[in-house]
């Protein structure tokens, strides 16, 4: 069984910055992709960004690009995510997923870990 544990949510004030991890751990697996994705209270769980494993090739949602950066660190399978300059509507929780090579989508997740920016 393989495992996503998230590190690294806290209260931060708007402006601030705060680097997110997600490490894996049980048994090996080849991941396609790794991801974050964040569910604000009353809202639908949205993607953030995404690398890809093979190749390094990021991916970022409007709403991040500029000021979030995801990075891997392949031999820990692990994923982090630079957020700066963050922003009151950038709370949420924040959650790592991977996509096994094939797997169609995200089939392995973490337990999630909040972000507070407060305005």
């Known amino acids: 069984q393989v495992q996503l544990v998230e590190s690294g949510g806290g209260l931060v004030q708007a402006g601030g910055s705060l680097r997110l991890s997600c490490a894996a751990s049980?048994?090996?697996?080849?991941?396609?992709?790794m991801a974050w994705f964040r569910q604000a209270p009353g809202k639908e769980r949205e993607f953030v960004s995404s690398?890809?494993?093979?190749?390094?090739?990021?991916y970022y949602a409007d709403s991040v690009k500029g000021r979030f950066s995801i990075s891997r660190e392949n031999a820990r399978y692990a994923v982090y995510l630079q957020m700066n300059s963050l922003k009151p509507e950038d709370t949420a929780v924040y959650y790592c997923?991977?996509?096994?090579?094939?797997?169609?989508?995200?089939?392995?997740w973490g337990q999630g870990t909040q972000v507070t920016v407060s305005s």
């Open positions: 690398i890809r494993w093979s190749g390094g090739t990021t």
């Open positions: 049980g048994r090996p697996f080849s991941a396609y992709s």
């Open positions: 997923a991977a996509q096994q090579v094939g797997s169609r989508d995200y089939n392995v």
